[in-house]
Nanobody, 118 residues
Framework: VQLQASGGGLVRPGGSLTLSCAASGTILTIHTMGWYRQAPGKERELVAAITSGGMTKYAGSVKGRFAISRDNAKSTVFLQMNSLKPEDTAVYYC?????????????WGQGTLVTVSS
C-alpha cells in the first residue's frame, strides 16, 4: 500500500485546512486509516482514525475541531481541521493498517507540514 498525503501549509490561528491521503495498492476490506502528527521535540501522536466500518476515533485535543472522513471509491481519507491553534503545528502523517485497530498501522505516508502561525 502506498500513501500520498497532501494539503499541508501555513494557516493563521482560527483558520481551517483540509488534509488528504490517497491510498493505492491492495486495499483490504477490513482496514483502518489514520492521521498522526509529530511536533518538534514531541512524540508522534494519533490525531484521528477511521475504520473501513466507519468507526472514528479522535485525540482529545482535537475533538470537536477536526473531522476525519473517507471516500471509499477513491480510497482517500480526509482530515478537516477547523479552529486551528498554534499547538496544532506539526508534520502530519497518514497511515494504513490491515485491521480495525486504530493504534496499529502497517504503512505510512511521507508527511505533510501544517504550520499555524500569525
Amino acid at each position: 500500500v502506498q500513501l500520498q498525503a497532501s494539503g499541508g501549509g501555513l494557516v493563521r490561528p482560527g483558520g481551517s485546512l483540509t488534509l488528504s491521503c490517497a491510498a493505492s495498492g491492495t486495499i483490504l476490506t477490513i482496514h483502518t486509516m489514520g492521521w498522526y502528527r509529530q511536533a518538534p521535540g514531541k512524540e508522534r501522536e494519533l490525531v484521528a482514525a477511521i475504520t473501513s466500518g466507519g468507526m472514528t476515533k479522535y485525540a482529545g485535543s482535537v475533538k470537536g475541531r477536526f473531522a476525519i472522513s473517507r471516500d471509499n471509491a477513491k480510497s482517500t481519507v480526509f482530515l478537516q481541521m477547523n479552529s486551528l491553534k498554534p499547538e496544532d503545528t506539526a508534520v502530519y502523517y497518514c497511515a494504513y493498517g490491515n485491521t480495525w485497530s486504530v493504534t496499529s498501522y502497517d504503512y505510512w505516508g511521507q508527511g505533510t507540514l501544517v504550520t499555524v502561525s500569525s
